[in-house]
Nanobody, 119 residues
């Protein structure tokens, strides 16, 4: 099992910044990717940004140029730096950790952290 713990959400004014962090622990062998998704009320859960252990990073078009995903050297913590936040960025942000073993793939989700962008 992999435990996924998120932190860093909160209330921020439009144009402001927040940094989310996500740490994976437990059976971390085989982690192949970590990233963030978000879900606004009434909407599906959508990709925000992900990165593979090989260093490939992918961003949703809506956040390109404003959000930056980075990770620590141990590759068990990722950070999402969010700049120039907009009201439409308001959502619950979830961290997902993907673990690949020789014959199986597992996805682990965090509990979610609320980001509210409002004046």
């Amino acid at each position: 099992q992999v435990q996924v713990v998120e932190s860093g959400g909160g209330l921020v004014q439009p144009g402001g910044s927040l940094t989310l962090s996500c740490t994976a622990s437990g059976s971390i062998f085989g982690i192949s990717a970590m990233g963030w998704y978000r879900q606004a009320p009434g909407n599906q859960r959508d990709l925000v940004a992900t990165c593979t252990t090989g260093g490939s990073t992918n961003y949703a078009d809506s956040v390109k140029g404003r959000f930056t995903l980075s990770r620590d050297s141990a590759k068990t913590t990722v950070y999402l730096q969010m700049n120039n936040l907009k009201p439409e960025d308001t959502a619950v942000y979830y961290c997902k950790v993907t673990r690949r073993l020789p014959s199986e793939r597992y996805d682990y989700w965090g509990q979610g952290t609320q980001v509210t962008v409002s004046s």
